[in-house]
């Protein structure tokens, strides 16, 4: 029984790494980019919601919307004025930017707000199911069916939709892609602010399930939903899911055994074991480079 | 935010010279992983010394605060400590929040005979150095972990009648560590069984693995030692999952936000020993906690903010009965010979390892509220 | 149809295009020859607005469009093949084709071209669900010249559509051009293969270092001794 | 000599996926000769200079250069051995100048040991003196020596390619692979390169192995060629003989190329 | 001939910094703090250096630098504090083991590039880490206590040893061989160059200077906690590399300079100063991506005063 309440605890674990991978992963897919600055739009969802809930009054849904609204705009902004620039710079002076981004916007968080956390307010009842045994609460339930659907809407608006296809097309040869008529900008910004509405989301719902924000809070989460996305195969949505599922997996697993402590140790061992037998992640098509 | 309050410090920074003036170091962490403890102590390091100023300063000289950001790192502790000895020649230092930072400037302090007071390095290593002799200049103000541990053991076995305990205490804390060992000792010197021990990480937010393990062992009993941003959501977690027993911690629970994070509900039948009490009808205390809410819109003060307000009462205390306040010298003489100093984390007296013996506050918490339970001397 | 004015390109402070004129009539096969880094493909990538120009005009229709965005320039009907083929290597030959298409809206037409490029170019069909970055050269060029037949051109670039094809294909590839011309899309043609290009071409420029030196017809340029010994391999 | 040849193809070939690429290829190649490798687009002639290279491991077959099996090398083994190669794109060290592109083909024949260059000991400076001096001899032959300061991706397209040829042979190979060495040049500009060919074959006493799509070149210098066409080979023989080889002119060349153009 | 001239003048401007240096500390002019300070800017040179020619000359994505300076640190303060060695020796140690874990670190780099190799690079300093939080025998969480005994002495030697073995590694057949792994790893194999060799040697040599800046680092800061060496540690030195120039050990040297001096000075401005440092780095990268140096060395732009002429002359 035990065991199976473990799964359980590591499936939602799980779903909230996926949930933050996913939008990292497709910012990935599109433009290469390490977005470092996911986590931070991340945080800045969760407090949106916040203040959204606490501060205005609003439902959950709505602050949730509100959210991600939000957390679009501000990605569509981030990359309009720091990654645009960029564009035909080295990745590696891309990925400095982005850390550089992302303490930027933590410390003006704590500037204005100071360092201390917040408690998120409880604008989602939740409910503990115990099945012979095994407890498994609503918000869980809610959380990975919400990153199911997204990571289905996201594979579905990259593959089968125009604007996916000119976002592949981007992530290929952005000037080829212009010779065929595609607005480079608006599909990179497009990419953004569904990436980013997506960490916002993961922000309020993580406030949510865990209760406390802080400015800090996107750093660690960011960091796993990395990992997720690359244990995956980093521009794979679905790999974005299955990576979030097996870091949690695995995660709990660890701690089940009384190892908590090398929990993350572990779950880098088993990133670093992957990848040394597929190169690519999970679901990575090892690519070799056509000599 | 804090940048208000700067206009007060650095009006007087204009004044020059050290001669009116008495130059206090902060050196906190500002930023990095555990900001908010540096800057929590900041805050309540404002509030006293814009009281002490506002009343007239010491012997007429006013404080002027050198804050310097330690971002959480040693590494920078060191730099900012020899930077506050050499450059700004501060008279002392207040800081660090955590014991690892303070134990990093401790030899500095002493090599350049300025006082080293830590808010809340509660390792006993921040006042004794490795080979077992004190540091002359070291001092704190907050009382050390083995205490706190012992008070939280005795208040288990004996007012609880607790014979199964398991300990889950955060790893990346010496503070943690220390009390958890206090307390397992203690504990079972008093015939208590630990059941299960167990750690986490801070900064963790998912406990749920690591309670299904502890649930299994069955304890009637569980010690947390670690800081409330953890402990609101382990406390949070374990009630969702049905663990219904007592928990218990320390100071570094006590933080408003420990309500709102684990829940009012969640949080009966859980109790802590902490410095003081902001419910603590007591006089310094609740002239304290008016001051704070005042100055900082509202907010109740606590723990960090209570011993970084202290720490400069404390030293200030120093300074008048030294007669001097630039004088390092005499004044870590007076420091040494503090006794029965009221602050508002209680009646301080220092004993030979630099340590203030304090009394500990038992505090259960009821409905959201930190009711008071008991009061218990070293 | 196309007429270019003084053009100054530069690449940082490497002045690439140093006042080119030259003009396009409609329904023409132009072509351009020049030896290695004269200019030719920069001259292409401004037409198609992924260079903007410093100085000079570009008239296009009756519109400017000299710095204007490539999508624009597409929409207006100026389709480029550019140099290296610029395959989207990780997407399939057929989702190449599609985004050759990707102005346009006519969802049953798109369908009808893309088997008009498969019947010209069978060895695409056989490699339709292919990842195209897998492709051979050849392969590759033919896919990169269908996706632009895919846009529905009125006016086509071609940049050295047959380097790196086999005799057999470049034959092939100056038909194809041919046909597309004979159906209706004006084109401007670089060309190392000067012999074929003129072959094809009504008119033809010369471009060295960024300067057009001479200009005629076709025929004028085959004849002449000088073309033939610096371009033609005249011995 | 005679007898046995410098690189000995059996029955090699490899699979991507499901697809053959090449398959079954037979060929030997003697020391001295020039040889040419056609085929339409996507033949698998590429894929064949990576299969003698050890970029592919052949999924079938042998092959065997001077006596040695090099199933299963990697491809600087390979090169250690005597095989060197230029890509069909250009792969230049695109930030190294010039001359460093072509010192660094030259490392393998070098000797000095990595402590010797950081504590600077004299063979250091004899071993790089060397580097030096080969490397500016190679140039010279390619002239590009003016340039040897130049980072090579601001070379123009022509010169890239040749300098591409000078860094492989400064690999020390007995065997040299072209992989399209006159793609992208004028008829002017591919004669120079013939020329070139023909000068380096004889200096440096080497075995070559070309592929190209112009067949004034090939037919011009080859004195054999194989022809690939779907991973097979579907003939071999002298210049003579394929450009009148029906299946290679319905594969290949097409009709009107027999009667040459040039 | 010109090279061979260069490095004495290298060496003699070097003796005149470090004599001048010490001769100011002994008289008393560099208080405590301005040499601490110094002592920092070396440490930093030394970790910048070091992982300048991981990334910037050999162009494997390493972003776990900090882990060797961990090894280092932790491994050399053993030797001094728990089995009484003296110091040089431990650091000797500490970077030896460190150049052990460097090879270990390698070794996925034969079969990860760009970013998976990145991120487990980041991986493993993070186990590094947790291994030193978990073993009690160097103090957990709680760190562990060293001796103050770098001083500018040491600083110097280590900081001139590193970036003189670096230089003279970088500029020689070997150094090349890197480079050209960085620039097409295909193309250099094809030419010969035993491409994985020269991975496992580029880490192994970064990280065993790491591991004697590790050294520094332990017995110039009176603690050592895992906590300092998570991976924001390693993003310091990344940035450091890249906003040098990737692949200029000059540029590497500057930054690392500056940063330094930037961190320092704001100190006193706690409030605003990571704003302010994170400004400083987003608004460098915008308006010079290619990092303060490019690909350039300082002496190439003396050289390129010199030899002007004859290139415009030549184009
Ligand atoms: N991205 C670039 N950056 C700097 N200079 C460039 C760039 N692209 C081209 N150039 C330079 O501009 C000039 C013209 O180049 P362009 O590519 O237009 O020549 P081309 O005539 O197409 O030659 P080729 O036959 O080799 O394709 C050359 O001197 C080239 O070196
Ligand atoms: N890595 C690979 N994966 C899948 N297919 C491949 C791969 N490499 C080559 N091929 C396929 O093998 C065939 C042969 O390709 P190759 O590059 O050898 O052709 P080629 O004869 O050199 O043609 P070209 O003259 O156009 O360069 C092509 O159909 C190509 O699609
Ligand atoms: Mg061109
Ligand atoms: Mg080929």
């Known amino acids: 029984m035990e065991w199976i309440q473990q799964l359980i605890n590591g499936i939602s674990l799980g779903s909230i790494y996926a949930l933050i991978a996913l939008g990292y992963t497709m910012v990935y897919g599109i433009i290469k980019l390490i977005n470092f600055a996911h986590g931070e739009v991340f945080m800045i969802g969760a407090f949106v919601g916040f203040y959204a809930i606490a501060g205005w009054g609003l439902g959950f849904f709505p602050a949730l919307l509100l959210a991600m609204a939000v957390c679009a705009i501000f990605g569509v902004l981030i990359e309009r004025i720091a990654y645009r620039r960029l564009r035909n710079a080295t990745r590696i002076a891309a990925l400095i930017t982005a850390i550089g981004l992302s303490l930027l916007i933590q410390y003006v968080v704590i500037y204005f707000r100071g360092a201390q956390p917040e408690a998120y307010p409880d604008a989602l009842s939740n409910k503990t199911f115990d099945l012979f045994g095994v407890q498994i609460s609503s918000q869980s339930i809610l959380i990975l069916s919400v990153s199911i659907v997204l990571m289905i809407l996201l594979q579905f608006i990259v593959h089968r939709t125009k604007i996916g296809k000119a976002m592949r097309a981007v992530s290929h040869d952005m000037d080829a892609a212009r010779l065929m008529g595609i607005n480079v900008n608006t599909t990179i910004s497009a990419t953004f602010a569904i990436g980013s509405a997506l960490a916002g989301a993961a922000g309020v719902f993580f406030g949510v399930y865990y209760t406390k924000i802080e400015p800090l809070m996107g750093i660690i989460p960011g960091l796993k939903a990395f990992v997720a996305a690359v244990l995956g195969g980093i521009g794979i949505i679905p790999g974005a899911m299955v990576g979030g599922l097996v870091l949690g997996v695995v995660e709990t697993i660890v701690s089940a055994l009384g190892y908590s402590l090398w929990r993350d140790a572990a779950a880098f061992i088993i990133l670093i074991l992957i990848l040394l037998f597929r190169p690519s992640g999970i679901f990575g098509k090892n690519a070799r480079e056509k000599v | 935010g804090c940048g208000g309050e700067k206009a007060g410090t650095e009006g007087s920074k204009d004044s020059g010279g050290g001669g009116d003036t008495i130059k206090i170091g902060a050196n906190l962490e500002l930023s990095g992983a555990v900001a908010s403890y540096g800057q929590g102590i900041a805050e309540g390091i404002d509030l006293a010394v814009e009281e002490i100023n506002n009343s007239g300063g010491v012997d007429g000289k006013k404080i002027e605060i050198i804050k310097v950001d330690n971002k959480s790192d040693a590494a920078e502790a060191t730099n900012a400590a020899i930077k506050l000895t050499n450059q700004d020649k501060v008279t002392a230092i207040i800081g660090a929040a955590t014991s690892g930072n303070s134990v990093a400037q401790a030899q500095i302090a002493n090599d350049n005979k300025t006082i080293l007071l830590s808010p809340s390095g509660t390792s006993p290593n921040v006042t004794v150095g490795t080979n077992g002799k004190v540091n002359e200049f070291v001092f704190r103000t907050s009382f050390i972990d083995p205490f706190q541990g012992t008070v939280a053991a005795n208040f288990a076995a004996g007012d609880l009648n607790i014979k199964n305990a398991a300990i889950y205490a955060d790893n990346a804390s010496d503070y943690a560590k220390g009390l958890a060992a206090s307390f397992k000792e203690t504990f079972e010197a008093a015939g208590g069984k630990v059941v299960s021990e167990e750690s986490y990480v801070a900064k963790d937010t998912d406990f749920r693995s690591t309670l299904t393990r502890i649930k299994s062992a069955n304890p009637e009993f569980i010690f947390i030692p670690g800081y409330y941003e953890e402990v609101g959501l382990i406390i949070k977690q374990a009630r969702e999952m049905g663990i219904t027993v007592p928990f218990m911690g320390a100071d570094g629970w006590d933080s408003p936000i420990l309500v709102d994070l684990a829940g009012a509900e969640a949080l009966n039948n859980t109790f802590l020993t902490n410095h003081y009490s902001a419910q603590d009808p007591d006089e310094t205390i609740q002239k304290f906690v008016t001051s704070f809410s005042k100055k900082y819109s509202g907010k109740s003060p606590d723990a960090f903010n209570a011993l970084g307000y202290d720490s400069v009462y404390f030293l200030v205390d120093a300074m008048k009965r030294a007669g001097d306040t630039s004088d390092a010298t005499k004044i870590k003489d007076a420091l040494a010979e503090t006794k029965d100093l009221s602050l508002v984390t209680g009646v301080v007296t220092v004993d030979e390892f630099h340590n203030p013996i304090k009394s500990a506050t038992v505090l259960e918490h009821k409905d959201g509220k930190q009711v008071f339970k008991s009061k218990v001397n070293p | ?235 | 000599m005679g007898s046995m040849p410098l690189l000995q193809v059996r029955n090699t070939g490899i699979q991507f996926g499901g697809l053959k690429a090449v398959s079954n290829v037979n060929m030997e190649i003697h020391r001295g000769e020039l040889i040419g490798l056609i085929g339409p687009n996507g033949a698998g002639k590429t894929t064949c200079f990576n299969l003698l290279t050890g970029v592919y491991v052949p999924t079938e077959g042998s092959i065997e250069f001077d006596g040695q099996k090099l199933n299963g090398l990697a491809p600087y083994q390979v090169t250690r051995k005597g095989i060197s190669r230029t890509f069909q794109n250009i792969r230049l060290f695109n930030e190294l100048s010039v001359l460093d592109n072509v010192k660094v083909a030259y490392h393998s024949l070098a000797k000095h040991s990595i402590i010797s260059s950081i504590l600077r000991l004299p063979s250091h400076f004899s071993g790089e003196k060397e580097m030096e001096e080969k490397s500016i001899e190679f140039l010279k032959i390619f002239n590009l020596d003016k340039y040897k300061d130049e980072a090579a991706k601001n070379l123009p397209y022509g010169q890239q390619r040749r300098l591409e040829i000078a860094r492989a042979l400064a690999a020390g190979p007995r065997l040299l692979l072209l992989d399209e060495p006159a793609a992208g040049m004028n008829p002017q500009e591919t004669h120079e390169l013939m020329e070139l060919i023909a000068f380096v074959r004889k200096k440096f006493d080497l075995t070559i192995l070309l592929i190209e799509h112009d067949m004034n070149l090939v037919m011009g210098i080859c004195e054999r060629i194989y022809v690939l066409d779907h991973g097979q080979l579907i003939a071999q023989g002298t210049p003579e003989d394929i450009r009148n080889h029906p299946k290679v002119i319905e594969a290949y060349l097409g009709e009107e190329v027999t009667n040459s153009h040039a | 001939m010109k090279k061979v001239k260069g490095f004495w003048l290298f060496l003699i401007l070097s003796i005149v910094l470090y004599v001048t240096v010490q001769l100011l500390i002994n008289a008393g002019i560099l208080n405590q703090f301005y040499s601490n300070t110094l002592i920092f800017i070396g440490i930093n040179i030394i970790l910048a250096v070091s992982l300048h020619l991981v990334i910037g000359i050999t162009g494997q994505f390493s972003i776990g630098h900090a882990g060797f300076l961990a090894v280092g640190a932790y491994i050399s303060a053993i030797f001094t504090m728990k089995l009484q060695l003296p110091f040089p020796i431990a650091i000797l140690v500490g970077g030896i083991i460190a150049a052990l874990a460097g090879l270990i670190v390698g070794i996925p780099s034969l079969r990860l590039k760009g970013d998976y190799l990145a991120i487990a690079t980041l991986g493993f300093a993070e186990i590094i880490r947790i291994v030193f939080l978990n073993i009690d025998y160097v103090g957990g969480a709680a760190g562990m206590q060293v001796s103050h005994l770098t001083n500018w002495t040491y600083t110097f030697i280590c900081l001139f040893i590193t970036i003189v073995v670096i230089m003279n590694f970088t500029n020689s057949r070997h150094g090349r061989a890197c480079i050209s792994v960085r620039e097409n790893e295909i193309a250099a194999d094809a030419m010969g160059i035993n491409t994985v060799y020269y991975k496992v040697i580029a880490f192994a040599l970064g990280s065993f200077f790491a591991g004697i800046a590790g050294g520094l680092y332990a017995h110039n800061f009176y603690i050592i906690q895992p906590t300092n060496f998570g991976f924001l540690k390693s993003f310091d030195i990344l940035i450091y590399v890249v906003l040098g120039g990737l692949g200029s050990l000059s540029g590497a040297v500057i930054s690392a300079i500056l940063l330094t001096l930037v961190s320092t000075f704001l100190q006193d401005y706690p409030e605003t100063r990571m704003i302010i440092y994170s400004l400083v780095l987003v608004i460098v990268m915008l308006y010079r991506p290619q990092g303060l140096m490019g690909t350039r060395e300082i002496t190439d732009i003396f050289g390129k005063w010199k030899s002007v002429k004859s290139v415009k002359g030549g184009s």
Do not use: C, W
């Open chain 3, 1 to 235: 149809m196309l007429k270019v004015d003084q053009l100054d390109v530069f690449y940082g402070n490497i002045h690439a295009l140093k006042g080119v004129s030259l003009d396009v009539q409609e329904g023409e096969i132009v072509t351009l020859i020049g030896a290695n880094g004269a200019g030719k493909s920069t001259l292409l990538k401004t037409l198609s607005g992924l260079l903007k120009p410093k100085n000079g005009t570009i008239q296009y229709l009756s519109n400017t469009i000299a710095g204007k965005p490539a999508q624009e320039i597409v929409k207006a009907g100026i389709s480029h093949v550019p140099e290296g083929r610029r395959v989207f290597s990780n997407m399939t030959v057929e989702e190449n084709l599609e985004l050759g298409a990707f102005l346009r809206k006519d969802s049953k037409e798109i369908q009808k071209d893309i088997q008009k490029v498969y019947t010209t170019f069978p060895r695409l069909l056989e490699r339709r669900k292919q990842l195209s970055g897998t492709l051979s050269g050849g392969e590759q060029q033919m896919l990169a010249m269908g996706r632009a037949i895919m846009a529905k051109p009125k006016l086509l670039l071609l940049d050295e559509p047959s380097m790196g094809l086999a005799p057999l294909m470049v034959k092939t590839i100056f038909e194809i051009i041919e046909d597309i011309n004979r159906g209706g899309t004006t084109i401007l043609l670089v060309e190392q293969n000067a012999h074929m290009a003129l072959s094809v071409a009504n008119r033809a420029y010369v471009i060295e270092t960024g300067r057009v030196t001479v200009s005629g017809t076709a025929a004028e340029l085959q004849a002449s001794e000088e073309i033939k010994n610096a371009y033609l391999g005249g011995h």
